[in-house]
């Protein structure tokens, strides 16, 4: 058994998160990315059988649809509701997502945090 590993990169989306007023009250840009690990069996890889595999725009549509109508005190609680997203389907043996927060500190170009799940 091969292990398939999806990568989903710099998905933008725009989303409430933070604590301070301005930021409850519009929405800022984060990026995700997210990192998803199934086995691939032989009907996957040697017959190409859809039904076997992953589909990451169902995986990818309950992401963004989870952030854009969120609200998020803080950065952990996104992270980890998008990660429970991803591990959702059955057959997810690994997940990691790391969100990106542009801007967040007025000298860095972005404030991160990665959450990760093994089953």
């Known amino acids: 058994m091969q292990n398939a590993i999806i990568n989903i990169t710099n998905l933008r989306l725009r989303t409430f998160i933070g604590f301070n007023p301005e930021e409850r009250e519009k929405k800022q840009d984060v990026v995700l990315n997210i990192e998803i690990h199934y086995p691939a069996d032989t009907e996957c890889i040697n017959h190409d059988e859809v039904d076997h595999a992953l589909n990451y725009k169902t995986v990818t549509k309950a992401v963004i649809?989870?952030?854009e109508d969120g609200h998020f005190l803080l950065l952990e609680k996104l992270v980890a509701d998008v990660l429970s997203e991803c591990h959702r389907?059955?057959?997810?043996?690994?997940?990691?997502?790391?969100?990106?927060?542009?801007?967040?500190?007025?000298f860095a170009d972005s404030v991160?945090?990665?959450?990760?799940?093994?089953?």
């Open 65 to 67: 649809k989870l952030v």
């Open 112 to 119: 991160s945090l990665t959450l990760d799940w093994h089953k």
């Open 89 to 106: 389907h059955h057959s997810v043996t690994y997940a990691k997502v790391r969100v990106d927060k542009p801007h967040a500190l007025r």
